[in-house]
């Protein structure tokens, strides 16, 4: 068997910010109670190895006691949210995405000049509940072309829409040609919302999955991007499956399997990645093959609130930068893997 690695697949700039954010926090602040509104990135492992440290999790902001730190989710908050935060004096830290911010931008500035707003999305997840949030009266949510007819449009050349961050490219682009059929002056946001990590690791797929067998997406179920991932394999005709960590791999996936694609959804660290990587090693004398698709360099500042922590507690933030790098197959680990084969994909 071989296995195939996408790169890039895992943590993407908005994921490793959020996550050291709270890492900073719990470095910075020892002994306070740190809350998060949300899961803070859509992973069961991530919470849960916060959660082992002390960090409590909530889903209502009146759960968090006065004057505690609270930090919001890479998925973004509504303004009603930051005002219940403000109102029980919290010290609110911010790790939203900057790419989420900028739909919510983007939200904002239509709903000001009269636009009615069509929020292409999954109406439950958190990053819409925000978004939406911003301008609850100008905003409808588009899951799908049947929603279209049932929409309520007051005037078709007063129309925008915008995008989730992590939607499947293919379903967006389906969506959209309907929007756009149907109301033909609709405006587009500037430059797509689409965000880069989903569009490079959803091409990174639909590129390597052709070439394989089966695809291992390392997910939670409620990661959107990660659920993607699965679907852009089977768009191109790969089964994929979609697992958390090593506990879920099962041996009659793979019956007949020669090449297997292992990728990763944004919120998923690489560590989970590795110990499945191990198991296909150990188990079907696997060799890796990496595939290496697209570089990414991006990275996102700290949030300010942080910084205003880090120097209240004799820490420069400036010594303290974020730095993002490409998961390495590293010994530490991997393992001693046997790595026979390094591709390059462009
Ligand atoms: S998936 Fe995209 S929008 Fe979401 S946190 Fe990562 S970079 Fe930001």
């Given at each position: 068997m071989r296995i195939v690695l996408a790169n890039p697949r895992g943590f993407c700039a908005?994921?490793?910010?959020?996550?050291?954010?709270?890492?900073?926090?719990?470095?910075?602040?020892p002994g306070e109670d740190?809350?998060?509104?949300?899961e803070i990135v859509h992973n069961k492992?991530?919470?849960h190895r916060f959660r082992e440290r002390g960090v409590a999790f909530v889903e209502d902001i009146d759960e968090v006691p006065e004057g505690k730190i609270v930090v919001?989710?890479?998925h973004g908050v509504s303004p009603a949210v930051r005002q219940a935060a403000a109102e029980r004096n919290l010290t609110s830290v911010d790790a939203t995405c900057p790419l989420v911010t900028k739909v919510h931008m983007e939200a904002i500035r239509y709903a000001r000049q009269g636009y009615q707003i069509l929020l292409v999305g999954h109406a439950d997840h958190q990053e819409i509940v925000g978004t939406r949030g911003e301008a609850p009266d100008s905003i409808q949510v588009v899951e799908r072309p049947d929603d279209i007819p049932n929409l309520n449009i007051i005037d078709p050349n007063k129309l925008a829409y915008l995008t989730q961050t992590t939607l499947s490219t293919d379903d967006a682009d389906v969506i959209i040609s309907a929007l756009k059929r149907a109301f033909p002056n609709i405006k587009?946001?500037?430059?797509?919302?689409?965000?880069?990590?989903?569009?490079?690791?959803?091409?990174?797929v639909r590129q390597i999955a052709p070439e394989c067998d089966l695809t291992l997406v390392i997910g939670s179920r409620n990661s959107s991007n990660s659920v993607r991932l699965t679907e852009i394999s089977q768009n191109v005709g790969t089964p994929a499956r979609l697992l958390?960590?090593?506990?879920?791999?099962q041996d009659d996936w793979f019956t007949g399997i020669e090449r297997v694609l292992v990728t990763a959804g944004a919120s998923a660290p690489e560590d989970l990645v590795a110990g499945v990587v191990r198991r296909l090693v150990e188990t079907y004398s696997a060799e890796i093959e990496i595939a290496d698709v697209f570089d990414e360099?991006?990275?996102?500042?700290i949030p300010a609130t942080l910084k205003r922590i880090m120097r209240e507690n004799g820490v420069d933030p400036s010594q303290r930068k974020i730095r993002f790098t490409k998961p390495d197959i590293t010994e530490?680990?991997?393992?001693?893997?046997?790595l026979t084969v390094s591709a390059g994909h462009h």
């Amino acid at each position: 068997m071989r296995i195939v690695l996408a790169n890039p697949r895992g943590f993407c700039a908005g994921v490793h910010m959020a996550i050291d954010v709270v890492q900073q926090l719990l470095e910075l602040c020892p002994g306070e109670d740190i809350y998060v509104y949300h899961e803070i990135v859509h992973n069961k492992h991530v919470v849960h190895r916060f959660r082992e440290r002390g960090v409590a999790f909530v889903e209502d902001i009146d759960e968090v006691p006065e004057g505690k730190i609270v930090v919001f989710s890479a998925h973004g908050v509504s303004p009603a949210v930051r005002q219940a935060a403000a109102e029980r004096n919290l010290t609110s830290v911010d790790a939203t995405c900057p790419l989420v911010t900028k739909v919510h931008m983007e939200a904002i500035r239509y709903a000001r000049q009269g636009y009615q707003i069509l929020l292409v999305g999954h109406a439950d997840h958190q990053e819409i509940v925000g978004t939406r949030g911003e301008a609850p009266d100008s905003i409808q949510v588009v899951e799908r072309p049947d929603d279209i007819p049932n929409l309520n449009i007051i005037d078709p050349n007063k129309l925008a829409y915008l995008t989730q961050t992590t939607l499947s490219t293919d379903d967006a682009d389906v969506i959209i040609s309907a929007l756009k059929r149907a109301f033909p002056n609709i405006k587009e946001p500037p430059g797509g919302d689409i965000c880069y990590a989903t569009t490079n690791r959803q091409r990174a797929v639909r590129q390597i999955a052709p070439e394989c067998d089966l695809t291992l997406v390392i997910g939670s179920r409620n990661s959107s991007n990660s659920v993607r991932l699965t679907e852009i394999s089977q768009n191109v005709g790969t089964p994929a499956r979609l697992l958390d960590d090593v506990s879920e791999l099962q041996d009659d996936w793979f019956t007949g399997i020669e090449r297997v694609l292992v990728t990763a959804g944004a919120s998923a660290p690489e560590d989970l990645v590795a110990g499945v990587v191990r198991r296909l090693v150990e188990t079907y004398s696997a060799e890796i093959e990496i595939a290496d698709v697209f570089d990414e360099d991006v990275e996102f500042a700290i949030p300010a609130t942080l910084k205003r922590i880090m120097r209240e507690n004799g820490v420069d933030p400036s010594q303290r930068k974020i730095r993002f790098t490409k998961p390495d197959i590293t010994e530490s680990l991997y393992g001693a893997v046997p790595l026979t084969v390094s591709a390059g994909h462009h």
